[in-house]
């Protein structure tokens, strides 16, 4: 299929994979509907704290419902890995665990307010974590075998 010159993308919300194992047939037609109104592809939150609830152990089963209707729609899929935490979607304990012991993996404002839910862009320097680029790079493997050939880009956010 040739690629429109802007190819459209359309941001799923959270809840959409917990809505495609409830109500498949219903993400099934939205998506259907997307597609036949010229969207190009999908853009899914994939949840750190989710994947990887424990260090190197990935878990894409929330997901793979999503993707698998997607391949069979014909969309692309481009994947948001959010490697940061808000109200509803926590970064996995182990790493909550090491911010325990070493407080500055989390960020820090100029105010000394820290932020459990976001890493320091520095936390690379230290032993407890890997960063959360070689993290993105242990799992993107992962996530594209998954994802089959739909998978067509990722993105940090």
Do not use: M
């Not at 990887?52 to 793979?64: F, H, I, L, N």
């Not at 698998?68 to 692309?76: C, F, T």
């Not at 960020?107 to 070689?134: M, P, Y």
């Amino acid at each position: 299929e040739q690629p429109p010159t802007v190819p459209l993308y359309v941001s799923l919300c959270d809840e959409v994979c917990a809505a495609c194992q409830r109500q498949p047939e219903a993400v099934r037609a939205g998506l259907k509907a997307l597609h036949c109104l010229g969207v190009w592809g999908i853009v899914v939150p994939v949840w750190w704290g989710q994947v990887e609830a424990e260090p190197g152990r990935y878990d894409w089963q929330p997901y793979e419902s999503v993707f698998q209707v997607a391949r069979e729609l014909g969309l692309r899929v481009q994947v948001a890995f959010c490697f940061h935490g808000d109200e509803r979607h926590r970064l996995p304990g182990w790493v909550l665990q090491a911010g325990q012991q070493c407080p500055d993996v989390f960020f820090t404002d100029r105010a000394g307010h820290r932020n459990k839910e976001c890493l320091s862009i520095g936390v690379d320097h230290g032993e407890l974590l890997q960063t959360w680029l070689a993290s993105y790079a242990s799992y993107e493997p992962c996530y594209c075998v998954l994802s089959g050939n739909s998978c067509c880009s990722a993105r940090l956010d």
